[in-house]
Nanobody, 124 residues
Framework: QVQLVESGGGLAQAGGSLTLSCAAS????????IGWFRQAPGKGREFVAR????????TYADSVKGRFTISRDYTKNTVHLQMNNLGLADTAAYYC?????????????????WGQGTQVTVSS
């Protein structure tokens, strides 16, 4: 079992940056796939990025590729999402999710554990 706590959301100017964090408690991320998803009002939950904790293999959604970076912090048992060059389309609630699997997919339905979400709002 793993509990996920997200932080780092807030208000950013278009073109600016924010870093989100997802901290695990109860156990380490060892053996998990960790994903970031986002959901805007009236929209479905959208895949953003995923990472295999053990080997660091990463996948990004095309919409964020080259702008967002997902990474591991072994010292803090935390996954980060560095978001650069933010645009209005990035405004959403961002969620961290985890699944006990060597490689989980991009469908949010396959993920077992979810954080509470953190709001990212991008202004012009």
């Amino acid at each position: 079992q793993v509990q996920l706590v997200e932080s780092g959301g807030g208000l950013a100017q278009a073109g600016g940056s924010l870093t989100l964090s997802c901290a695990a408690s109860g156990r380490t991320f060892n053996g998990y796939t960790i994903g970031w998803f986002r959901q805007a009002p009236g929209k479905g939950r959208e895949f953003v990025a995923r990472i295999r904790w053990n080997n660091g293999i990463i996948t990004y959604a095309d919409s964020v590729k080259g702008r967002f970076t997902i990474s591991r912090d072994y010292t803090k048992n935390t996954v980060h999402l560095q978001m650069n060059n933010l645009g209005l389309a990035d405004t959403a609630a961002y969620y961290c999710a985890a699944k006990w699997s060597p490689w989980a997919g991009t469908d949010p339905a396959v993920y077992e554990y979810w954080g509470q979400g953190t709001q990212v709002t991008v202004s012009s």
